[in-house]
Nanobody
């Protein structure tokens, strides 16, 4: 069983930046992807970005060009650098990890962007 611990959320003004981190327990063996999702009040959880074990990245259109996902394989940690933040980016951000046989979620970290 893996644990995912997120950090880095907070309150920022529009146009500002934040970096989220997610550290996963356990071995890096078997990890396929690490990624970020978000859920705003009243909305469904939506995918934000994913990075594979081979460091291929994909982004939702809404964040492309503003957000950057990266990972430190040695530390089983994934990062989400968020620039040019907008009020509509306000949400709880969740880290997700997939292995060959399982899927894990973090507890979420709040990001609030004020206008």
């Amino acid at each position: 069983q893996r644990q995912l611990v997120e950090s880095g959320g907070g309150l920022v003004q529009a146009g500002g930046s934040l970096t989220l981190s997610c550290a996963a327990s356990g071995s890096s063996f078997g990890i396929k992807t690490m990624g970020w999702y978000r859920q705003a009040p009243g909305n469904q959880r939506e995918w934000v970005a994913t990075i594979t074990s081979g460091n291929s990245t994909n982004y939702a259109d809404s964040v492309k060009g503003r957000f950057t996902i990266s990972r430190d394989n040695a530390k089983n940690t994934v990062f989400l650098q968020m620039n040019s933040l907008r009020p509509e980016d306000t949400a709880v951000y969740y880290c997700r990890l997939t292995t060959t046989i399982n899927l894990y979620w973090g507890q979420g970290t709040q990001v609030t962007v004020s206008s």
